[in-house]
């Protein structure tokens, strides 16, 4: 029901956008949220979007510099610039029934449907 793509293998300082094509699902009653995993990391939240409530969240690690949108249908996409070494990792986007808070948006668990992920490499 979510697939991501717009992964791929940057140099440092370049952008990408990748896209979480949703199905069977509303964005109107979904929440997504994107999350990261480096090798041998744990799982980040980096961003959240409920676009029937409008709210917006971001990680520090990426605020200013990534930006979640969607077409309010079925595409939700996170605009990544100016990106560095850091962010090489798998990404994936995920739906949450519930509206969630800044206290909870991070949460995995709160989740309840996940992608399979895309592979985000920078390097020089």
């Known amino acids: 029901q979510l697939v991501e793509s717009g992964g791929a293998f940057v140099e440092p300082g370049k952008f990408l956008r990748l896209t979480c094509q949703t199905s069977g699902l509303s964005l109107g009653d979904y929440a997504i949220g994107w999350f990261r995993q480096a090798q041998g990391k744990e799982r980040e939240a980096i961003a959240y979007t409920s676009t029937s409530v409008g709210t917006i969240f971001y990680s520090d690690s990426v605020k200013g510099r990534f930006t979640i949108s969607s077409d309010s249908y079925s595409q939700v996409y996170l605009q990544m610039n100016d990106l560095q070494v850091g962010d090489t990792a798998t990404y994936f986007c995920?739906?949450?029934?519930?509206?969630?808070?800044?206290?909870?948006?991070?949460?995995?668990?709160?989740?309840?449907?996940w992608g399979r992920g895309t592979q985000v490499t920078v390097s020089s």
């Open positions: 995920a739906a949450s029934r519930r509206y969630l808070k800044s206290a909870s948006w991070a949460r995995g668990e709160l989740y309840n449907y």
